[in-house]
């Protein structure tokens, strides 16, 4: 069975800090592995995808296969940033679905 | 564009009342998601379909709940009856030619 998880229910930073959203899985085959987030009242949108290899709003993410872990960054958090992050795991070929995790809320303090 | 569509974006129903909810895709995305979130997780797949093709649908309570994509195109979900534990937001999201995903902004469903 395949498994995302956030550790961090909540986290909150200073404007300009670093920011690390955790996201570990477990998964038996080579998965996929997204960053989604949701800023309030916006739906549900893809930030990265780790085959891609993009840095996109200034986050980055990579995928570590002995860690089993994709961990989101950005070296310096700005206020925009707040939001909610999911890190989901797709499976099978062509046509996917996704797993998510439970969310990280993203908190950055002017 | 307008992305996909649901609606209504909000619903508020008694218990043991039916519910039905809409989604309108991305023109041309074959493959379209019923997801389901509830508060304080993330989205859990309840039903994927390939055109009008039901291919993955081990997640979906078939006692009460049902979904159609008749044509290949729009998708109704329908719960009958709702019961309290439904209260959720409903995602329908839809996917072309590992495109990614493009979500919907979600149906809140509340049961009274």
């Given at each position: 069975a395949q498994r995302v998880t956030q550790p961090e229910k909540l986290l909150s930073v200073f404007k300009g800090a670093p920011v690390e959203l955790k996201c570990n899985y477990s998964y038996s085959g080579s998965p996929e592995l997204f960053w989604y987030v949701q800023y309030s009242r916006q739906r549900l949108q893809l930030l990265l995808r780790h085959i891609s290899r993009e840095s996109i709003k200034g986050f980055t993410a990579d995928l570590n296969k002995g860690e089993t872990s994709f961990h989101l960054k950005k070296p310096f958090a700005q206020e925009e940033d707040s939001a909610m992050y999911y890190c989901a795991l797709s499976s099978g070929a062509g046509s996917y679905q996704l797993t998510f995790g439970k969310g990280t809320k993203l908190s950055v303090i002017p | 564009e307008a992305g996909v569509v649901q609606s209504p974006r909000y619903k508020i129903i008694e218990k043991k009342q039916p519910v039905a909810f809409w989604c309108n895709p991305i023109?041309?995305?074959?493959?379209?998601?019923?997801?389901?979130?509830?508060?304080?997780?993330?989205?859990?797949?309840?039903?994927?379909?390939?055109?009008?093709?039901?291919?993955?649908?081990?997640?979906?309570?078939?006692?009460?709940?049902?979904?159609?994509?008749?044509?290949?195109?729009?998708?109704?979900?329908?719960?009958?009856?709702?019961?309290?534990?439904?209260?959720?937001?409903?995602?329908?999201?839809?996917?072309?030619?590992?495109a990614g995903y493009t979500f919907g902004s979600g149906t809140r469903l509340t049961v009274v």
């Open positions: - | 023109s041309g995305h074959n493959t379209l998601y019923w997801y389901r979130q509830n508060l304080g997780q993330g989205p859990e797949l309840l039903i994927r379909y390939e055109n009008e093709e039901a291919v993955d649908d081990s997640q979906l309570p078939k006692d009460r709940f049902s979904a159609e994509r008749l044509k290949g195109v729009d998708s109704t979900l329908k719960i009958q009856p709702a019961e309290l534990g439904d209260s959720a937001v409903y995602l329908c999201a839809s996917s072309g030619n590992r």
